[in-house]
């Protein structure tokens, strides 16, 4: 673990300060793609980096993975500018992009063997690290299938493995489990989340936020290159206005049911058939109209549970471009 040598603390894993990254585009304005980034996430973390399509996510990764040098700012990894010491930080780090990396006409064993030989280990490293993450991916039954055989799922499944074949102690995830079924992305998570309480740092981009609700200790939001929140997911769902969710089942929908709710100015209402999903900015809000429901009759299930990440994402970014 990198420390600092006067004072023997830690130094974080990233640190982002001031990053300006613009696109120049000939006879057009130019696109400012990232605008003043900055954040801090220590050591063991597993961070989430999250946002709308055009946010910044995918600048800011290649910065952070030296593929990009930055217009202006700062960014450090494990103390190594990026622009400065590249080479070091490359040593720190490594990389799994949204496509597939997996070769396609050999068995599952010698992708490892190859990724893990391209990396400088020896023969019996790679042995000792394949039983390892093999056992870790469930991929045992898989060892000897060659790669044009796998599910989409699997492949990504595989090519995930291989990242932690190497224990670089930063890891980058983008969209780590695209294409997997349920029972495979939770054998991925599980296993992310094993490599993160040995000290790993895993910075993770996805798109699916209750995924990011259930992986990160830190999260950041971008929008339009510029940081909507940070911090853990806690304190991040307390950034926004507090939100309530009311599930309700009816007997039978009519329009009343719906006009009585829209009337309480929900912040959003989702009807499927008898099913209503709605929420709302605080308690006092939810109690009235479960007690103005209850009046009309044909109430058969509620249930109130508090906002998801995904509830105050869309609502951060929604104050942010004044649409609400």
Do not use: W
């Not at 995918?58 to 494990?78: D, E, F, H, N, Y």
């Not at 044009?148 to 930063?170: H, N, W, Y």
């Amino acid at each position: 673990m990198p420390v600092h040598e006067q004072n023997r603390t830690p130094v974080p894993a990233l640190e982002v300060t001031n990053l300006v990254k613009i696109y120049p585009k000939r006879n057009r304005q130019s696109v400012r793609a990232v605008d003043q980034l900055s954040f801090r996430v220590e050591q063991g973390r597993i961070f989430g980096l999250l946002g709308p399509n055009g946010a910044g996510k995918t600048t800011t990764i290649k910065v952070l993975t030296t593929l990009l040098a930055p217009t202006s700012g700062t960014a450090r990894v494990l103390g190594f500018d990026v622009s400065r010491d590249p080479l070091s930080v490359r040593k720190q780090i490594c990389v799994v992009v949204q496509e597939n990396a997996v070769e396609l006409h050999l068995s599952v064993r010698n992708n490892f063997q190859v990724f893990g030989r391209f990396h400088g280990l020896s023969s019996r490293a790679i042995q000792e690290r394949t039983d390892r993450v093999s056992e870790l991916f469930d991929l045992r039954g898989y060892m000897n299938e060659r790669g044009m055989d796998l599910s989409g799922g699997i492949k990504r499944r595989v090519q995930v493995a291989k990242t932690f074949l190497v224990e670089t102690p930063v890891v980058f995830l983008d969209e780590a489990t695209t294409g997997m079924d349920t029972f495979n992305k939770r054998t991925t998570i599980q296993a992310i989340k094993e490599e993160s309480r040995k000290g790993r740092t895993i910075v993770l981009t996805t798109h699916l936020l209750d995924e990011a609700e259930a992986l990160c200790d830190v999260v950041a939001i971008l929008n339009h290159g510029s940081l909507v929140a940070f911090g853990s997911v806690d304190s991040v769902k307390a950034a926004g206005l507090r939100l309530l969710n009311l599930s309700l089942v009816f007997e039978t929908m009519s329009d009343a049911i719906l006009g009585l709710l829209r009337s309480h100015n929900p912040t959003s209402l989702e009807v499927n058939g008898t099913s209503v999903s709605v929420a709302v900015r605080d308690e006092t809000t939810a109690l009235d109209i479960l007690a103005a429901v209850r009046r009309q009759g044909h109430l058969l299930h509620f249930e109130i549970t508090a906002a998801s990440l995904e509830d105050v994402f869309i609502q951060l970014l929604d104050k942010k471009t004044g649409t609400s």
